[in-house]
């Protein structure tokens, strides 16, 4: 059974840093992207960061461009997101997401999500 773990949220002032974390387990992910999505109140759920499992190619939102680092630890079967800088609008519920780098090729997966909450 494929499990994305996050943990790491919370609260933190604006300009502020938190690392969230996301272990993967129950798969190889050799061929997938593990990443973050994240959704505020009222709005949609929006891509933020992605990393691919074989290789490390990193994909970022332009809104986290320059603040957001995601890394992975492929011993620990674990991804990183490192947030600093944040700003008030990076408050929502961020989701790990596991999904083959060929679209349709596998499942999909998500983790049950993690609150960050960024004080002006």
């Known amino acids: 059974q494929v499990q994305l773990v996050e943990s790491g949220g919370g609260l933190v002032q604006a300009g502020g840093s938190l690392r969230l974390s996301c272990a993967a387990s129950?798969?190889?992910?050799?061929?997938?992207?593990l990443g973050w999505f994240r959704q505020a109140p009222g709005k949609d759920r929006e891509f933020v960061a992605a990393i691919r499992w074989s290789g490390g190619s990193t994909y970022y939102a332009d809104s986290v461009k320059g603040r957001f680092t995601i890394s992975r630890d492929n011993a620990r079967n674990t991804v990183y997101l490192q947030m600093n800088s944040l700003k008030p609008e990076d408050t929502a519920v961020y989701y790990c997401?596991?999904?083959?780098?060929?679209?349709?090729?596998?499942?999909?997966?998500w983790g049950q999500g993690t609150q960050v909450t960024v004080s002006s």
């Open positions: 129950g798969r190889t992910f050799s061929s997938y992207s």
């Open positions: 997401n596991a999904r083959p780098v060929v679209t349709g090729t596998a499942a999909s997966y």
